[in-house]
């Protein structure tokens, strides 16, 4: 039991390889569970990896089998299969989604073997890389479970996020790296002589190992277009791809080309749809495409996938754009009107992307919406902000956008920041700060240039670029404010500023301030607005020494806050009544609240800076009342 990460360019036979040893291996009684990573027309799928191995595993075990090993821990994993639900519907979570899902497999270990493989993690979502890092950390604990991962090379520059995740996964003690390298002759000339049920010729082998390179999947191809000794010499093996799609029937061929553009939702009546078949004209091309070996079913056993990516991309590639254009369209009418349950919100992402291609912009904006309130639905906030980024490039270009969004242009962007916020994403945060201060609006608003530029003062602090109050005028900023109407806006600058200020005069001059933005909180704002405000006057009132009252209102927030929003949040709210607790000398209930929320987000790897500042502040107390010093309250982290 463990893990393996097994690393190698394309086509190199890194699925072949996890293929055969479960073949090997595997006993009757063991459980499979396949979870692939897709890209759906240049996005991910939230939580693909997850969605695709629990839908399959129904499919292999039975749906109540699966109930039956998930027990009480099933909700959370039905916000992503419908099907599991067997109660009331409750929120999505993150957090719970992962500890779910890895409480399914630590169920299912404790009694059968079982081998969970994650396909392609080159292309897995931020949340499926948070579920696998946890259940690596999980495999150093005995277990009956084993993890294969493959892990596509060379294929361009790895994000900086996927590069540091596979250098941490591959450091951990559970994980071994197996990294596949190309065939050397010998081995290209056994390979021959299996897929040619006979021994190659002399001639036959020097060309196939020049062509091919030691890839298994182009030397596939080449026996599959039929090389010979003497005959012409193919110009590329991409070409041979090309080639053999030619060869296949009318229908076959409109299936495989409608397909190229739809990885990961290969579904059958999806297919059906887009390209207008009855069944009699899908079974067959199925069937056909099945035959050659360019398809292959579904680890769902509910559709198809390419037999090899690097064939989608052959034939993805040779659309001319019309034909490009038109397929995108087809999936995304079809996608739009889709009700399949337990795709829901990977189906409307993929709508989104699809548009996108089509160049309808204003389809595109509205889909983007549609998919960014899915995204945050489920928890998966790093797709929600990039389906919002493309409503904010989207906005100049569409009529009447904020009718559409029915939310004003500064919503989005402060719904972007929030998403980058919620996935730890402090940099893009400030990226995307620094491209609203460069912009020039065609009605400046001085709140909100204010408010920009004291949260990019914070988030400049956070990453160590600068050491400064966040706003370097305050008393401009107080007077500013002073004269300033009620509204969101000021709501969240007035929260930034007493969030970042400590010189003592101006918070005095913020005590009016803070009363005007709650109320306006209250009227105004959202849930997210309010927690702001309420959370400065918690600050607000710890920085003017009065800790009774700070600590009553910590208290206050956090009743408030439990389950209203997502588990790190809630901890976070938490973590700082902790402190307000130790700083009036209250150390038995600020122990009991921070193991509270240490036993809510379970584990460092699902959420590691609420997990890191509760054990921090934690910590700090049990050292305080040891001492019997209490904590100065300016030390407080959040």
């Known amino acids: 039991p463990g893990a393996v990460l097994v690393q190698g360019e394309a086509g190199i036979g890194k699925t072949r390889l996890v293929t055969d040893a479960m073949e090997r291996w595997l006993q009757a009684d063991d459980v499979v569970l396949i979870g692939h990573a897709a890209p759906l027309a240049g996005g991910e799928v939230p939580f693909g990896v997850v969605t695709t191995a629990v839908q399959g595993l129904i499919h292999r075990q039975g749906l109540d089998a699966v109930r039956s090993a998930a027990g009480t821990s099933i909700e959370p994993l039905a916000s992503l299969v419908p099907e599991l639900q067997v109660g009331p519907a409750s929120a999505p979570d993150r957090i719970r989604i992962i500890e779910s899902f890895a409480t399914l497999l630590r169920r299912i270990s404790h009694d059968e073997f079982t081998w969970l493989a994650v396909e392609d993690l080159h292309w897995a979502d931020t949340n499926s890389r948070d579920a696998l890092s946890y259940l690596v950390h999980l495999l150093e604990m005995p277990a009956r479970l084993l993890i294969s991962i493959s892990l596509r090379t060379q294929d361009g520059a790895p994000s900086t996020a996927m590069r540091t995740f596979v250098a941490e996964l591959v450091r951990s003690p559970?994980?071994?790296?197996?990294?596949?390298?190309?065939?050397?002759?010998?081995?290209?000339?056994?390979?021959?002589?299996?897929?040619?049920?006979?021994?190659?010729?002399?001639?036959?082998?020097?060309?196939?190992?020049?062509?091919?390179?030691?890839?298994?999947?182009?030397?596939?191809?080449?026996?599959?277009?039929?090389?010979?000794?003497?005959?012409?010499?193919?110009?590329?093996?991409?070409?041979?791809?090309?080639?053999?799609?030619?060869?296949?029937?009318?229908?076959?061929?409109?299936?495989?080309?409608?397909?190229?553009?739809?990885?990961?939702?290969?579904?059958?009546?999806?297919?059906?749809?887009?390209?207008?078949?009855?069944?009699?004209?899908?079974?067959?091309?199925?069937?056909?495409?099945?035959?050659?070996?360019?398809?292959?079913?579904?680890?769902?056993?509910?559709?198809?996938?390419?037999?090899?990516?690097?064939?989608?991309?052959?034939?993805?590639?040779?659309?001319?754009?019309?034909?490009?254009?038109?397929?995108?369209?087809?999936?995304?009418?079809?996608?739009?009107?889709?009700?399949?349950?337990?795709?829901?919100?990977?189906?409307?992402?993929?709508?989104?992307?699809?548009?996108?291609?089509?160049?309808?912009?204003?389809?595109?904006?509205?889909?983007?919406?549609?998919?960014?309130?899915?995204?945050?639905?489920?928890?998966?906030e790093t797709e929600r902000a990039e389906m919002l980024a493309r409503v904010l490039d989207l906005w100049p270009h569409v009529r009447e956008p904020a009718e559409r969004a029915a939310s004003a242009r500064d919503d989005i962007v402060e719904d972007i920041l929030r998403a980058h916020i919620s996935a730890d994403q402090v940099g893009k945060a400030l990226a995307l700060l620094d491209d609203e201060l460069r912009r020039e609006p065609t009605e400046p608003d001085p709140i909100q240039d204010l408010y920009l530029r004291a949260t990019r003062a914070r988030f400049a602090n956070q990453l160590g670029l600068q050491n400064t109050e966040v706003f370097d005028h305050d008393r401009h900023a107080a007077r500013l404010l002073s004269n300033a109407e009620p509204s969101r806006m000021f709501v969240r600058a007035v929260a930034v500023l007493i969030k970042g200020s400590w010189d003592e005069e101006y918070l005095n001059s913020y005590t009016d301030l803070l009363g005007r933005a709650l109320r306006a909180g209250d009227e105004y704002g959202t849930p997210l607005d309010q927690l702001l405000i309420r959370r400065a006057e918690v600050e607000y009132l710890t920085k003017r020494g009065e800790q009774v009252e700070a600590a009553a209102a910590a208290l206050a927030l956090v009743a408030s806050v439990r389950g209203r929003f997502p588990v790190a949040e809630v901890t976070m709210v938490e973590s700082m009544g902790i402190w307000q607790l130790s700083a009036v000398g209250r150390y038995r209930e600020a122990s009991d609240l921070g193991r509270t929320a240490l036993a809510r987000l379970s584990n460092p790897h699902l959420a590691r800076w609420a997990w890191a500042i509760v054990v921090e502040n934690l910590s700090t107390r049990c050292s305080s009342s040891v001492s019997g010093t209490r904590p100065p309250a300016s030390s407080m982290r959040r």
Not at 213 to 223: A, C, D, K, Q, Y
Not at 261 to 274: D, F, I, P, S
Not at 277 to 300: G, K, P, R, Y
Not at 304 to 317: I, K, P, T
């Open 174 to 380: 559970a994980v071994q790296l197996m990294s596949l390298g190309r065939l050397s002759r010998a081995d290209v000339a056994v390979q021959l002589s299996n897929l040619l049920q006979g021994a190659p010729s002399p001639g036959l082998l020097d060309r196939t190992v020049a062509l091919s390179e030691g890839v298994p999947f182009l030397t596939e191809e080449l026996v599959a277009g039929r090389l010979s000794e003497h005959g012409p010499l193919p110009e590329s093996v991409k070409e041979l791809m090309l080639v053999r799609v030619g060869g296949l029937s009318q229908s076959a061929r409109q299936l495989v080309r409608a397909g190229s553009l739809a990885e990961g939702h290969l579904r059958h009546e999806l297919l059906m749809q887009v390209c207008g078949f009855d069944e009699d004209t899908i079974e067959s091309a199925v069937a056909e495409t099945l035959e050659a070996n360019m398809l292959e079913v579904h680890s769902a056993g509910d559709g198809y996938q390419f037999h090899h990516a690097l064939m989608r991309e052959a034939v993805s590639s040779a659309l001319l754009p019309a034909e490009r254009v038109r397929w995108h369209r087809r999936w995304a009418e079809a996608l739009e009107v889709d009700d399949q349950p337990d795709e829901h919100v990977a189906m409307r992402i993929a709508a989104a992307q699809h548009w996108w291609e089509t160049g309808d912009r204003e389809r595109a904006f509205d889909a983007s919406l549609v998919a960014a309130r899915e995204a945050h639905r489920l928890g998966a």
